[in-house]
């Protein structure tokens, strides 16, 4: 055979003057009757295999040429179906060389795909089943057009159509496993375009050929699953059960192959899943979040730089109505706890403060708790690199302080004492609670002594009061001192975690204990009675008793408890015994 004259005669051949086929086979491919049609295809196959037998290109060329533009493109509906069948028949008739005219054998099928005769769709169909059955792997050419023409097959409202299209899906299936050439480059950018289409139909035949594309040892489609993994996310929500499970069945194979394979794109994957966790699908939701586990655990330090946007996904779920969503995402929240405390790279701290402060507002109250254990995470981690934050993270911190839960409350002061443990951001710290209970008298009122006793527990309660009562010494507004030093007074009197500094006060035999009575009854004299209070804690007895006359008014008869004690010496006489001496 020459090749050289197949070649050129293939290229640019135009339909002849003079048609190649006989009256009668012309008749016949018009003809309303099927057998008729059949008949002129039969005849049209034996032309082509005299035509391939005597290597007559040219008259191969002129068939197909005449076939395409007199019945194919023909207005008659036919004709279409006999250009159709004919083709079909020529294919068959070229057997193994039909690759070489598949450009032109082709083409014309593919547009009779969107005829609008349903009877022409599935002689389309039928007729590209042929044409492919022959050619094989030579099809996968045109494999995106005929993939296209399928997809929207599948959802032909003609049952004889979608029969049709379905015999050649599944041989297109077939030559594509045993295929070593197909370009998964090529046909990704399709895919990914027609994965938004929510036809239940074409949502069934993507998944199909995803199963498929992904079972087949040569194509390694999980590089490009961030190209339609948002696409195969939305089918869970697809009111089909029978979609919703076909979907979830190959998110959890891709979800297998992420956890074994050695090398795994995650960025891209991460920026998709995250809106699913606040998806108003619960199946939705919960599948996002198990990704997530599981992106974290398999990727280990990998996931990094996407920790925070992460933490910000799955910290509002914790709480979530629906115990299995609640669950996994918990158990995100340990996976990425544990990535944290055992890795050494660097992450982005800013970016976890800024996502873990708007978790302050939540309205779940384990999610708040989950977001200030988050900051004393972050503090046991990085001490050193914390404290540049903690001027912006102060404030939110200390607004919590009015959350309306006490175990928040708790946290809070505990995460606040933490942060302190600097002298320079524990005295802010003191200054800041004297402002926040000064324009808030209901946080005073409610909150105050749960406050300070909590705070003792994490801080030496004498250097929390030494502190506070150096800062109200000179405070302006009488009555918000009074008020502050009256409860600060019943803490220091009743509460056990204030007993051991009792204790030092009880005997002032030290320096250090005269020392704090000092201070402490400078501001104390605030409130008459907290400062009598104070000095029968102190067992300064005799003091106690001059106070009571200085504070007693004879001409009104009552009790001045309103005067403010300007000056005190307490010092250790002689005699052993404790002096005290203060004027009003």
Request: net charge negative.
């Given at each position: 055979?020459?090749?050289?004259?197949?070649?050129?005669?293939?290229?640019?051949?135009?339909?002849?003057?003079?048609?190649?086929?006989?009256?009668?086979?012309?008749?016949?491919?018009?003809?309303?009757?099927?057998?008729?049609?059949?008949?002129?295809?039969?005849?049209?196959?034996?032309?082509?295999?005299?035509?391939?037998?005597?290597?007559?290109?040219?008259?191969?060329?002129?068939?197909?040429?005449?076939?395409?533009?007199?019945?194919?493109?023909?207005?008659?509906?036919?004709?279409?179906?006999?250009?159709?069948?004919?083709?079909?028949?020529?294919?068959?008739?070229?057997?193994?060389?039909?690759?070489?005219?598949?450009?032109?054998?082709?083409?014309?099928?593919?547009?009779?795909?969107?005829?609008?005769?349903?009877?022409?769709?599935?002689?389309?169909?039928?007729?590209?089943?042929?044409?492919?059955?022959?050619?094989?792997?030579?099809?996968?050419?045109?494999?995106?057009?005929?993939?296209?023409?399928?997809?929207?097959?599948?959802?032909?409202?003609?049952?004889?159509?979608?029969?049709?299209?379905?015999?050649?899906?599944?041989?297109?299936?077939?030559?594509?496993?045993?295929?070593?050439?197909?370009?998964?480059?090529?046909?990704?950018?399709?895919?990914?375009?027609?994965?938004?289409?929510?036809?239940?139909?074409?949502?069934?035949?993507?998944?199909?050929?995803?199963?498929?594309?992904?079972?087949?040892?040569?194509?390694?489609?999980?590089?490009?699953?961030?190209?339609?993994?948002?696409?195969?996310?939305?089918?869970?929500?697809?009111?089909?059960?029978?979609?919703?499970?076909?979907?979830?069945?190959?998110?959890?194979?891709?979800?297998?192959?992420?956890?074994?394979?050695?090398?795994?794109?995650?960025?891209?994957?991460?920026?998709?899943?995250?809106?699913?966790?606040?998806?108003?699908?619960?199946?939705?939701?919960?599948?996002?979040?198990?990704?997530?586990?599981?992106?974290?655990?398999?990727?280990?330090?990998?996931?990094?730089?996407?920790?925070?946007?992460?933490?910000?996904?799955?910290?509002?779920?914790?709480?979530?109505?629906?115990?299995?969503?609640?669950?996994?995402?918990?158990?995100?929240?340990?996976?990425?706890?544990?990535?944290?405390?055992?890795?050494?790279?660097?992450?982005?701290?800013?970016?976890?403060?800024?996502?873990?402060?708007?978790?302050?507002?939540?309205?779940?109250?384990?999610?708040?708790?989950?977001?200030?254990?988050?900051?004393?995470?972050?503090?046991?981690?990085?001490?050193?690199?914390?404290?540049?934050?903690?001027?912006?993270?102060?404030?939110?911190?200390?607004?919590?302080?009015?959350?309306?839960?006490?175990?928040?409350?708790?946290?809070?002061?505990?995460?606040?004492?933490?942060?302190?443990?600097?002298?320079?951001?524990?005295?802010?710290?003191?200054?800041?609670?004297?402002?926040?209970?000064?324009?808030?008298?209901?946080?005073?009122?409610?909150?105050?002594?749960?406050?300070?006793?909590?705070?003792?527990?994490?801080?030496?309660?004498?250097?929390?009061?030494?502190?506070?009562?150096?800062?109200?010494?000179?405070?302006?507004?009488?009555?918000?001192?009074?008020?502050?030093?009256?409860?600060?007074?019943?803490?220091?009197?009743?509460?056990?975690?204030?007993?051991?500094?009792?204790?030092?006060?009880?005997?002032?035999?030290?320096?250090?204990?005269?020392?704090?009575?000092?201070?402490?009854?400078?501001?104390?004299?605030?409130?008459a009675v907290a400062t009598f209070s104070l000095c029968l804690l102190a067992q300064a007895y005799e003091h106690a008793t001059d106070l009571v006359f200085t504070l007693y008014v004879p001409s009104a008869t009552i009790w001045s408890t309103s005067r403010r004690l300007r000056?005190?010496?307490?010092?250790?006489?002689?005699?052993?015994?404790?002096?005290?001496?203060?004027?009003?």
């Open positions: 055979m020459s090749s050289v004259r197949m070649s050129a005669s293939v290229i640019g051949s135009a339909a002849p003057t003079v048609p190649p086929l006989t009256p009668a086979t012309i008749r016949n491919l018009g003809d309303k009757l099927y057998e008729k049609r059949k008949l002129g295809a039969l005849e049209v196959e034996q032309l082509i295999k005299e035509a391939k037998e005597a290597n007559d290109a040219d008259k191969i060329a002129n068939i197909l040429a005449y076939l395409t533009n007199n019945f194919a493109y023909s207005p008659s509906g036919n004709q279409r179906k006999g250009g159709l069948i004919a083709l079909a028949a020529s294919a068959i008739g070229l057997s193994s060389e039909t690759w070489r005219y598949i450009n032109k054998l082709v083409p014309p099928v593919l547009k009779c795909f969107t005829d609008q005769d349903s009877r022409v769709r599935y002689y389309a169909c039928e007729s590209m089943y042929n044409i492919a059955k022959v050619a094989r792997a030579k099809i996968l050419a045109y494999f995106n057009q005929i993939f296209d023409g399928l997809c929207r097959l599948s959802a032909d409202p003609d049952l004889n159509v979608k029969n049709g299209a379905q015999l050649l899906d599944r041989l297109l299936k077939d030559i594509i496993t045993e295929s070593d050439s197909f370009d998964i480059e090529h046909f990704i950018p399709l895919l990914k375009e027609r994965i938004k289409v929510q036809n239940a139909f074409v949502r069934q035949f993507l998944i199909g050929w995803i199963t498929v594309l992904d079972s087949v040892p040569d194509i390694d489609l999980l590089d490009s699953l961030p190209e339609f993994l948002d696409g195969l996310f939305r089918m869970l929500s697809d009111t089909a059960p029978d979609i919703k499970r076909e979907a979830d069945n190959v998110l959890c194979e891709f979800l297998k192959e992420i956890r074994t394979a050695p090398h795994v794109e995650y960025g891209p994957m991460v920026a998709i899943l995250i809106p699913f966790c606040s998806s108003k699908d619960e199946f939705m939701q919960l599948t996002a979040l198990r990704w997530i586990n599981e992106f974290i655990i398999s990727g280990n330090e990998q996931l990094l730089p996407f920790s925070a946007q992460l933490l910000g996904a799955f910290l509002p779920c914790i709480a979530h109505s629906v115990r299995a969503i609640g669950e996994e995402a918990l158990k995100a929240n340990s996976s990425l706890l544990q990535l944290l405390h055992d890795t050494n790279k660097e992450f982005a701290i800013s970016e976890f403060l800024d996502t873990i402060t708007q978790q302050f507002l939540n309205r779940s109250v384990l999610t708040r708790l989950a977001a200030l254990h988050w900051v004393l995470i972050l503090h046991e981690k990085t001490p050193s690199k914390l404290i540049a934050f903690l001027d912006s993270l102060y404030p939110p911190l200390l607004k919590t302080l009015s959350d309306s839960a006490d175990e928040v409350v708790r946290l809070d002061l505990e995460v606040l004492a933490r942060l302190s443990s600097n002298d320079t951001y524990f005295d802010k710290l003191m200054n800041n609670l004297i402002h926040l209970f000064a324009t808030d008298n209901h946080l005073l009122e409610t909150r105050g002594c749960l406050i300070i006793r909590q705070l003792s527990l994490h801080i030496n309660p004498e250097k929390i009061y030494r502190t506070l009562a150096e800062v109200l010494i000179d405070e302006e507004d009488p009555d918000f001192a009074g008020v502050m030093i009256q409860t600060l007074n019943i803490i220091l009197l009743t509460s056990t975690e204030l007993f051991d500094l009792r204790q030092h006060l009880k005997e002032l035999e030290t320096p250090e204990s005269r020392d704090l009575f000092t201070v402490l009854y400078r501001s104390w004299s605030h409130s000056c005190v010496c307490v010092r250790l006489c002689v005699c052993g015994s404790v002096c005290v001496c203060v004027c009003v």
